[in-house]
Every structure is written in structure tokens, then in C-alpha cells.
């Protein structure tokens, strides 16, 4: 015998997932989906260490190791999901995480001064994701 930890409903029973409607996504959840908040927050977390190795090209390696966890991470979940994504969100999860990245720490450090294009940051961190989400919305049928 298989073990089994929920139940089968008999036939005719109802359940309360019968009931409910489908919840139809919001323009913000879809915006929202664009940034890759796992890899943000384990960024974030791990910047504060920066300024502790002695070498002075972490940061970007830091970065680097971020920007290439984003399509690997959106491809294993879609893998494991069975949706796979399309090629454009791979492109709009990356350029958000990028843009996230840069704005919580500068990792072009050892190359160039930060203190001039942090507005452009700013910015950026909001107008990725929107125009993404504006690009990759699905088209209705009229």
C-alpha cells in the first residue's frame, strides 16, 4: 500500500476549491514576477561582506555570479513547473537583476566612479521591470 498523505475525494463530494474562481493575474503581480527577488535578496545579504575580502574585484564577481544565477534559476523553475518561460523574460528577469544589483552596490568599483549615474540607477530599478512587464503582456483578442 503507497503512502498516501491526502485524500481522495469520493465521487460526488465537493470541495471548496470547486467553489472559487480562478484568480486572474494583475499587471503588478506580472510586474512583479520580472524581478528576480530571491537572487536580489541574496545579493543584498551578501554585499555587506564586500568591504571584508581583501580582494578588490569581488563585488563584480559577486555580480557576475548573480546576473548568470538568473536564467539558470528561471529555467529549473519552469523545468520543475512544467512552464517554461519565453525567451524574453530570460532577457527583461536578467536586466532587472542587473539593474537591482548595481543600485544596492556599484561592482564596476576598481573601473569607474559610481557618484554620477546614481539617479540613472534609481531609475532604471523601475523603468526595467515596467516596460518588461509592458512588452511581455499577452496580447487579447479584440
Known sequence: MPLALERRPSPGSFSIR???????ESDL???LKLIPTELIAFYAAAVPIICEVPWRYFAFLLFLTGTALVPLILFLDGHSTGQRARWPQY???T???ITWAMAIAWPFAPWASESELRWVRSLAVVVVPFVGAILLREKTSS
Open 29 to 31: 503581480d506580472r510586474l
Open 18 to 24: 470547486d467553489a472559487l474562481p480562478p484568480v486572474r
Open 91 to 93: 532577457v527583461v528577469r
Open 95 to 97: 536586466l532587472a537583476f
